[in-house]
């Protein structure tokens, strides 16, 4: 089975200021990596995913996140953030492979970007 | 292409009735999912269908049920509602890469009172 973690629920930054959301996992098995913005009132919409390939993953926004294996992480960044950017975030994992996989989120980090 | 589309996006039920969330998932999408979302306990798992079979269910009670349709479209059913009901519902679809991203709808909220 799959968790995550977001270990703040909550980050305060000024506008321009860089961020970044911490995320870490656990998996028995490789798996493809989430992140999803949710603006209230609304669904949730991909920032960005891991796959494969390239560590270092881009995504809308400016936003981008780095996979690390070895520290089961997957922690989103962007190096100057605009009031915009207010929402929360989560960070996902599902297994590699198989057709009934599941995504499964984290609690959910809010950032709250301040004038 | 249209998103996923959910109705009704808010209602009101009280203790004990029954409330019926419809969703339409991405033309071509063939795989739909129910979330529950409460501040609580966050985003959680209800169930997902594929081809009109439930292949995953989470841990929630048997009172919360779907159905899909021959369309593709999905209906979540909650009966005997309670307080605790009170939440977001999410419905997302997923195209044909299993890779397991999935794409919202803007939700259903419910407010039991």
């Known amino acids: 089975a799959q968790s995550v973690t977001q270990l703040d629920s909550q980050v305060p930054v000024f506008e321009e200021a860089p961020v970044e959301l911490r995320c870490n996992y656990s998996s028995s098995v490789s798996v493809y990596l989430f992140w999803y913005v949710q603006y209230p009132n609304q669904g949730l919409q991909l920032l960005l995913k891991?796959?494969?390939?390239?560590?270092l993953v881009k995504g809308i926004n400016g936003f981008e996140a780095e996979f690390n294996k070895s520290q089961t992480s997957f922690h989103l960044r962007k190096p100057s953030v605009h009031i915009s950017d207010t929402a929360e975030y989560f960070c996902?994992?599902?297994?590699?492979?198989?057709?009934?996989?599941?995504?499964?989120f984290g609690t959910g980090t809010l950032l709250a970007v301040q004038p | 292409k249209a998103g996923v589309t959910q109705t009704p996006r808010y209602l009101i039920k009280t203790r004990g009735q029954q409330v019926t969330l419809s969703c339409s998932p991405i033309?071509?999408?063939?795989?739909v999912s129910w979330y529950q979302q409460t501040p609580g306990q966050g985003l959680q798992f209800l169930f997902e269908y594929f081809s009109e079979t439930q292949r995953n269910k989470g841990n929630f009670p048997g009172r919360f049920s779907g159905r899909q349709f021959s369309n593709s479209r999905s209906e979540m059913n909650v009966s005997t509602l309670e307080l605790g009901d009170s939440a977001l519902y999410l419905c997302?679809?997923?195209?044909?890469?299993?890779?397991?991203?999935?794409?919202f709808g803007e939700g259903s909220r419910l407010t039991v009172l």
């Open positions: 997302a679809s997923r195209g044909y890469v299993d890779t397991g991203e999935l794409f």
């Open positions: 891991y796959l494969s390939g390239s560590t």
């Open positions: 996902a994992v599902s297994a590699y492979g198989g057709a009934t996989n599941k995504l499964i």
């Open positions: 033309s071509g999408h063939r795989s």
